[in-house]
């Protein structure tokens, strides 16, 4: 009797420990991401060989090896069959709904921005075509890796609409200049639009909304200072060109000072501030930029196209300023996604400082993740692949012609990938890209959205380039 009472409770015991541990919870995620070379971009730029990521709800909780699949349970697990698994990437300078324009007036004329952009901005932009032309512009960024966009234009709010149906983050600045524009009949009228922009706007998971004064030889010394002192108020971003012509300081009729040292002088250079180009700058400008923590946006690509000049990136590195990329608008490199960028930026650099060691490519996808966050102040949230932090993440398949051999992840992104490349695209949790197909937006009504504006915009295009032919 005491041992069928003893073995019965060494059974029950067993039992129950058997019962515990087939029953020992996994901790549930939303997706799992495993068998993939993880390229961290975090500040010991750690790559994970073979590694695993685990996502829940908008968020990174764990990144690792294998080990982690025994911790963590899910319905969705997305296999990278050794493809470069990287942090979205960030293009800090775009004017997207110009995509619609894109391929007009590439034949060599001398007085594009006259003779194309502001004709086709007068007469075709409107809301409509700014919504739709977003929604163009953000599956192909989606399509090609780019997780955030920040962005200069008119009609914010129907970009931010676009923006969030795609499904991509967009640091939206409403433009500010001293003409009447499409959205603003009064000079300046975009500052009180802005505001309108940012009230609505301040809180949502995907915007973050912004100033975008064109220029400081385009919005006067107390406009710069009003929005600065409401960028302060809002603690939002301000995005302007700076350095992009080699006569701004004439334009402003500076005597014995740049543009940057005008635009400290007002109090308007600080960490909220992104210059984009930055290409007409000496060595002082660089030390103020640092010294005031604004950032660069770098666009080598539309740099180079539109002839304006190679910017000094390299220094602006080594000095530790916040750099990003970016492609400008899509009159300007025609390209949206930051793959071809990507090469040029260390070419371009290689080229003007004669020296074939600078710009690695490590440093170029620090440039188009981790520095993008960085120039944008939202290096706390995206840029990098850290646990805590927003699941903005993309798949690189590297089983494509073009992606073998892959000695070096990194060399192989800048130097031979293209974004066709993209496997999948995660934005905030949420996946946005799958097997190369967005699940996001009908693709075939964006398809007949975009036939339609081309079709309208063809027939006025005929006549630029009639007037543009007399006058070249
Ligand atoms: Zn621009």
Redesign the pocket.
Known sequence: MKNYLKNTFILGTLFLFGCSSLTEKKESASIIIKNGTILTMDKNNTVIENGVIIIKNEKIISIGKDELLKKYSTTKIIDAENGIIMPGMINT?N?LPMIAFRGLGEEGIKNRLFAYFFPLESEKLSRDLIYKATVHGTIDMALSGVTTYAD?YYHMDEMAKATKEVGIRGVLGETVIKYPVVDAKEPYGGINYAINFIEEYKNDELIIPAFGPHAPYTVSKEKMQEINSLSKKYNVPIMI?VGEFDDEDKRLNLKNKSVVEYMDSIGVLNERVLL?HAIHLNEKDLDIIKNKKASIAYNPMANAKGATGIARAHEMINKNIKVGLGT??PM?SNQVDLFRTLSYASSMQRLKYNDRTIMTPDLVVKMATIGGAEALNLDNKIGSIESGKLADIIIVETKSPNMMPNYNPFATLVFQANSSNVETTIVNGKIIVENKKLKTYDIEKNRKQMKEIEKDIADFAKDLAKKAKETN
């Open positions: 300078h004017h200069m060109h984009a400008d608008g300007s």
